[in-house]
């Protein structure tokens, strides 16, 4: 059935770099848009990034913009998120989505999607 795994979440220290991966099984991830979420403790879920389908047009937060690289290959059926310059207020658990046909500015304001990830930890602590 279809799925969408998160991987490569740990613990890092401030300035580091991370790397976070999104593999999709069971559905073919070039015609979906796919979007990065995180949820900080006691706090709302928010966007981070997204790519439309194609790959041509992104979105990014103001608060990673220039930090973080959002990537897919989709030869490979993933989608990655490039982390650098880590800061502690990027402390959060990471979520993938895809949704059909939406490009990059609608999964960032949507927030029902057709598939979610269930999600990766990502720490930043010295």
């Known amino acids: 059935q279809a799925q969408l795994v998160e991987s490569g979440g740990g613990l890092v220290q401030p300035g580091g770099s991370l790397g976070l991966s999104c593999s999709a099984s069971?559905?073919?991830?070039?015609?979906?848009?796919i979007g990065w979420f995180r949820q900080a403790p006691g706090k709302e879920r928010e966007v981070v990034s997204c790519?439309?389908?194609?790959?041509?047009?992104?979105y990014y937060a103001d608060s990673v913009k220039g930090r973080f690289t959002i990537s897919r290959d989709n030869a490979k059926n993933t989608a990655y998120l490039q982390m650098n310059s880590l800061k502690p207020e990027d402390t959060a658990v990471y979520y993938c989505?895809?949704?059909?046909?939406?490009?990059?500015?609608?999964?960032?304001?949507?927030?029902?999607?057709?598939?979610w990830g269930q999600g990766t930890q990502v720490t930043v602590s010295s």
């Open positions: 989505a895809a949704d059909f046909l939406r490009g990059a500015q609608a999964m960032a304001v949507m927030s029902t999607h057709k598939y």
């Open positions: 069971g559905f073919t991830l070039e015609y979906y848009a």
């Open positions: 790519i439309s389908s194609s790959g041509g047009t992104t």
